[in-house]
């Protein structure tokens, strides 16, 4: 059963506008509360100074401005990777991710917010911590955006802290729905919050800079296709053939490759946004030289890109991550084929930063006696 938020992000801007006129106000000072919250980050009506002392008086009577409430966080040794769990209103928890990324000849500087749109996912998929936790409800859109006004608040403190820092840069320059949960599965939801992102009157992110992951849901990554806003398409792939990914990813059995990846090309040519499909390797799962092969044949002819991804270390031991040697020679296959892949490293490793983990590691704890 879905939860019922009085909380001002979660509306969108029409119904922002259609509550400040309610309440006796002209429609501009919709965008003066939206600078507030996506320009200033404030975090109570009180801050916001230049709206009347009425109508502040108004907004806190008729909505709320609740944000999450943080109740673990890890950092990792090379402090690149930041995870936190944070607590919703409801007293159910949910976890997200910063990672930072310094600038490369080929790319630039990233802070990037990994977020999450369920508490728990519905997917089932073997070697996710978040899949073996049961599903339990979808996040609203102020719940997901909070996740990402949380580390912009966080992100501009340090920036401020840091007499060096000049000039002022963007807090978060990435979003990607990698979180847990399944996006597609909460689409309405998740699909308001990403044009929140992009708009002018929200955080004024680029469609390029948006990322939503995936397992395969069919219907909804054609739908995503017919958007206004072409965001980046991530797949979680890491099968190429049925019957090792109807074990991996149970989704397979009711929307099979060779239904994804027809959906998956007709992405690009509505979008002009090349899918990318996450293969995350297991050693003697799907690292072998056949499965390599599979896996070039399957995006044969794709205008495509493959991320290769060592599984993160879990307690179950039939996942281990693919020695880096195994994972060099899958690519060259790949790249033998003329597929474009990029070997993606694990961020956070030591603070197992992998999807559900940090959420898993505090249920088992609270229910320690």
């Avoid at 690292?287 to 599984?311: F, K, T």
Wanted: hydrophobic share 35%.
């Amino acid at each position: 059963m879905e939860t019922t938020h009085n909380n001002i992000i979660d509306l969108s801007y029409t119904q922002l506008k259609e509550l400040v006129s309610s309440l006796g106000e002209p429609a501009y000072r919709a965008d003066q509360l939206l600078w507030w919250i996506y320009g200033k980050l404030a975090t109570s009506f009180e801050e916001m100074t230049d709206l009347p002392q009425s109508l502040r008086q108004k907004l806190a009577e008729a909505a709320s401005l609740s944000g999450l409430t943080s109740v673990d966080e890890k950092i990792s040794a090379d402090e690149q990777t930041r995870k936190v769990l944070f607590r919703l209103d409801d007293g159910r928890t949910i976890e997200s991710s910063l990672m930072l990324y310094a600038a490369t000849g080929s790319s630039r500087e990233r802070r990037t917010v990994c977020v999450s749109t369920q508490v728990g996912c519905t997917m089932g998929c073997s070697f996710c911590a978040t899949g073996q936790q049961g599903f339990e409800r979808n996040l609203s859109p102020g719940e997901i955006i909070g996740q990402i006004l949380y580390f912009m608040r966080l992100v501009g403190a340090e920036q401020k802290n840091n007499e060096e820092q000049a000039p002022a840069r963007r807090p978060v320059t990435n979003v990607v729905f990698m979180g847990m949960g399944e996006p597609l599965a909460n689409y309405e939801k998740v699909w308001q919050a990403v044009v929140t992102l992009n708009s002018k009157h929200g955080l004024g992110l680029g469609a390029r800079q948006i990322t939503i992951s995936t397992v395969g849901l069919v219907p909804q990554i054609r739908r995503l296709a017919g958007e206004s806003i072409h965001v980046e398409l991530a797949i979680s792939l890491h099968a190429a053939n049925d019957a090792l990914r109807n074990k991996l990813v149970p989704v397979n059995k009711k929307y099979p490759l060779s239904h994804l990846i027809p959906a998956c090309r007709d992405y690009f040519k509505k979008t002009g946004r090349r899918p990318t499909f996450e293969y995350v390797l297991f050693q003697g799962v799907n690292d072998s030289v056949n499965q390599a092969h599979e896996l070039a044949h399957l995006l044969e002819r794709m205008n495509c890109q493959v991320n290769l991804i060592a599984g993160n270390p879990t307690a179950c031991k039939e996942f281990t991550p693919s020695p880096m040697k195994m994972v060099l020679a899958f690519q060259k296959i790949l790249s033998d084929s003329g597929i474009s892949s990029t070997i993606r490293v694990s961020k956070g490793v030591d603070i197992e930063a992998g999807c559900g983990q940090l959420r898993s590691r505090w249920i088992a704890n609270s229910s320690t006696p």
